[in-house]
């Protein structure tokens, strides 16, 4: 491999952004693979930040990949909209760069595969929200991998 070839390392958060929890998703060193990492219930946007904080400082974060919610029709509705609102508050929080994902039935796919592995969605509300983090952060490294070569 020659030197400009070589993969750039990317930390990374992956984040399901809805009106309870967050779902929060990080990836390898090598910007390969991403996991669910944790279910964040939220509360005062403060409190928020300083969890994720936290975790941006672990793991040397340099990048929030959010999933919007696009309307099935591709446009951007109210939902979208207040998602980005409360990505950018907390981008500008973690003094971090933003990037979106369509994230149109990652939340499906996520409750798939707990049904796959025979483990009830309805109990596991959490589980859906970081594996839906976990599609949206990968999607955006397999975009991110595709660019590059």
């Known amino acids: 491999m020659s030197e400009n070839s ?4 990317v930390s990374a958060l992956g984040l399901d952004i809805g009106q309870k929890r967050i779902g929060v998703a990080g990836c390898d060193g090598l910007g390969l693979f991403a996991t669910g990492l944790m279910t964040l219930k939220r509360s ?3 409190r928020d930040v ?16 959010v999933g919007l919610p ?3 029709n591709g446009t951007i509705g109210f939902q979208a909209k207040k ?7 907390l981008a500008k ?7 979106y994902i369509d994230e149109r039935l990652t939340s499906f796919q996520a409750e798939q595969m707990l ?17 839906a983090a976990a599609i ?10 595709g660019q590059q070569l």
């Open 6 to 9: 070589s993969p750039q390392f």
């Open 44 to 46: 005062a946007f403060e």
């Open 50 to 65: 300083a969890q994720l904080r936290e975790l941006v400082e672990d793991r040397r974060v340099q990048v929030l990949v």
């Open 70 to 72: 696009y309307s099935m």
């Open 83 to 89: 998602v980005q609102k409360y990505a950018t508050g």
């Open 93 to 99: 929080a973690l003094d971090l760069p933003l990037e």
């Open 115 to 131: 049904r796959d592995a025979h483990i009830s969605p309805s109990r596991n509300k959490g589980l859906i929200d970081r594996k």
């Open 136 to 145: 949206i952060l990968q999607q955006w490294l397999d975009q991110r991998r």
